[in-house]
């Protein structure tokens, strides 16, 4: 029985994953797989053939696929246009280290008590249009702070918490991954270390136990024109 064949055969309820939450992703990323789902494809494939070992997602996103795929003990190839994504598939693939996640979250915020005042505000075209002045100074503080984190996992998990609070604290739209500006822009309570310090904390607690094993070396940002050459024939047994 092929692969197709057999998964014709289940029941529609079969792939009802309706309920699945993921309640604190790393991340909040749009169009995210089911991770439940790309678990069970995953298997059937290694169920129908067990010489199945690598798995290329050429479109990798937050890289779900590509977790799923590592949890099942496959060596996972992954790529992707969007540089936010591919950090995010970094940092869920390879965890943070337990040794120093503690030691370095204490150290930032240190950082950012010592910075506050000390730093130039970050500047690009247009940055009023989507920042208020408050904001971008705090924000300004804590991007320097995290620059000078000398762990590359820690530093790498702290750029996605920090995403996380420029989206928060930003003039766009929250109704969309879209960039619209607000059509009234309000003032909000300028709480950017205190964000980014309670997203640190909360999504440590959750990834360092269970990820902390794996630590991908095969995730890389490849631009779409030159990807084909990377690869030799016939490198990947599964391709998304």
């Not at 690598?54 to 937050?62: E, H, I, R």
């Not at 890289?63 to 795929?69: A, D, F, N, P, R």
């Not at 820690?154 to 619209?180: D, I, P, Q």
């Amino acid at each position: 029985m092929t692969l197709a064949e057999k998964l014709s055969t289940y029941d529609e309820k079969y792939w009802d994953f309706s309920e699945y939450r993921n309640h604190a992703p790393l991340v909040r990323y749009p169009a995210v797989m089911v991770a439940p789902m790309q678990a069970c494809i995953l298997k059937e494939i290694i169920n129908t053939d067990p010489t199945t070992s690598t798995v290329l997602d050429p479109f990798c996103g937050s890289g779900t696929v590509l977790c799923e795929g590592k949890k099942l003990g496959l060596n996972v190839m992954g790529f992707d246009i969007n540089p936010l994504a591919v950090l995010i598939a970094t940092v869920q693939l390879e965890g943070i280290p337990a040794d120093c996640a503690a030691r370095s979250i204490n150290a930032i915020n240190t950082r950012l008590t010592m910075l506050n005042g000390n730093v130039k505000p970050y500047a690009f075209k247009n940055i009023n249009k989507w920042f208020n002045d408050d904001i971008i100074v705090s924000l300004s503080v804590i991007r320097q702070a995290i620059i000078e984190e000398t762990n590359d996992r820690m530093r790498r998990f702290f750029w996605c918490c920090f995403a996380e609070t420029v989206k928060k604290f930003s003039n766009t739209r929250t109704s969309t991954f879209k960039l619209h500006v607000k059509r009234e822009i309000m003032s909000q309570r300028n709480s950017c270390s205190g964000i980014h310090h309670q997203k640190c904390q909360t999504i440590t607690s959750m990834i360092q136990p269970s990820y902390d094993q794996y630590c991908c070396k095969t995730l890389q940002h490849i631009p779409c024109k030159s990807h084909k050459s990377r690869f030799p024939s016939h490198h990947a047994e599964c391709i998304r």
